[in-house]
């Protein structure tokens, strides 16, 4: 088992930025590659971004691309994801998620969630 806490969302302006972090108990935190993921109102939960154990391999969305970085470090068993340039369409509920199946871009591949972290992004 692993239990995934995420922090850091909030209300910010269009332009802004944010970090969100998400902390990991349980199993050994650098045997999962993990991701983040993101639902809006009345939308699927979306993949963002993920990242290797080892911190080395990172992938993003299309529309997250040049604006988000997620980076882990193994020693705090946290995962961050940095959000720049803020757009009123990043706003949804912000999940973490850690690895456990065969394609980054699918839910079902994740085993283990977060609660989730509301972000609003206001123009």
């Known amino acids: 088992q692993v239990q995934l806490v995420e922090s850091g969302g909030g209300l910010v302006q269009a332009g802004g930025s944010l970090r969100l972090s998400c902390a990991a108990s349980?199993?050994?935190?650098?045997?999962?590659?993990m991701g983040w993921f993101r639902q809006a109102p009345e939308k699927e939960r979306a993949f963002v971004a993920r990242?290797?154990?080892?911190?080395?391999?990172?992938d993003y969305a299309d529309s997250v691309k040049g604006r988000f970085t997620i980076s882990r470090d193994n020693a705090k068993n946290t995962v961050y994801l940095q959000m720049n340039s803020l757009k009123p369409e990043d706003t949804a509920v912000y999940y973490c998620?850690?690895?456990?199946?065969?394609?980054?871009?699918?839910?079902?591949?994740?085993?283990?969630w977060g609660q989730g972290t509301q972000v609003t992004v206001s123009s």
């Open positions: 990242i290797n154990w080892s911190g080395a391999i990172t």
């Open positions: 998620a850690a690895f456990t199946g065969s394609n980054y871009y699918s839910t079902k591949s994740y085993n283990y």
């Open positions: 349980g199993r050994t935190f650098s045997n999962y590659a």
